[in-house]
């Protein structure tokens, strides 16, 4: 690679000898050479910069894929992201939430949205996949994807379809509830929602926070089961901490 100096770098050499004193021998030879030349073919800028002992800068100046061993255009954040699982690490804040019941979220379906689900733009949390299976919308959360080392930020689900989710295979009532509770909760955390926790059924626990929760139909409320106290909104429930009822409560 050319070294890098001071000046612009794009002025013509001076030949041997250009500050002489010309006498009439040398300004003969130099009309000569110059009427040939004027009957040449005018030079390529390539061949100029040949000649003049330089190389093309921008082959110079070319970003490279270190992990692929290729050359590559460099990558910005606004540049979608790649879709290949394999190159995507899990934060630790993703991976708690990955053992947390009534997630349904795991590796498998994370690896899934990269490969097949939608790409979607988010102003608040950026590139996003989603993916819907079973009536139910699962979203990954990507960062860093403008360098070799993503990261996979969060994960969710969302009930896309809540026939289409109460008819899967998969899925029965209480985890269609459960999904639908969890993502109001999520919506607007310092919101109450207690219309849209009064229809539903969640008899397994899901956890948010120190808690773990579950509600009845007609019920405006989740219900912790450990300390028993009882939530309408997400800020409710992180800002709280979890004193388990001593026996006998």
Excluded at 23 to 34: E, G, L, M, V
Excluded at 107 to 116: G, K, L, M, N, P
Excluded at 178 to 187: C, D, G, Q, Y
Excluded at 214 to 228: A, I, N, S
Aim: hydrophobic content about 30%; charged content about 30%.
């Amino acid at each position: 690679m050319a070294s890098r100096q001071g000046g612009s770098g794009d002025a013509e050499p001076l030949a041997p000898g250009s500050t002489e004193r010309r006498t009439a021998s040398t300004t003969a030879a130099a009309s000569r050479q110059a009427d040939a030349r004027s009957r040449s073919p005018p030079e390529s800028p390539a061949r100029r910069r040949e000649r003049a002992g330089r190389t093309d800068r921008s082959a110079e100046y070319r970003s490279v894929d270190s992990r692929h061993g290729g050359e590559s255009a460099a990558r910005t954040p606004e540049d979608p992201p790649v879709r290949d699982p394999s190159l995507y690490a899990l934060t630790d804040h993703f991976r708690e939430r990955l053992e947390q019941p009534g997630r349904y979220v795991s590796t498998r379906t994370v690896s899934d949205a990269i490969r097949e689900g939608q790409l979607r733009w988010n102003s608040t949390d950026g590139w996003r996949f989603a993916l819907v299976e079973g009536g139910v919308r699962f979203v990954v959360v990507v960062s860093d994807t403008e360098t070799n080392s993503p990261v996979v930020v969060t994960g969710w689900t969302e009930v896309a379809d809540r026939e289409a989710a109460l008819a899967a295979s998969r899925w029965d009532g209480v985890d269609v509830d459960t999904i639908a509770v969890r993502a109001a909760l999520s919506e607007s955390a310092s919101t109450a929602i207690p219309d849209r926790i009064r229809p539903r059924t969640v008899t397994r626990p899901f956890e948010v926070g120190e808690h773990r929760l579950e509600t009845e139909p007609g019920e405006p409320f989740v219900r912790c089961t450990d300390c028993g106290c009882r939530f309408r909104s997400k800020e409710g429930i992180t800002s709280r901490r979890c004193r388990q009822r001593s026996p006998g409560r």
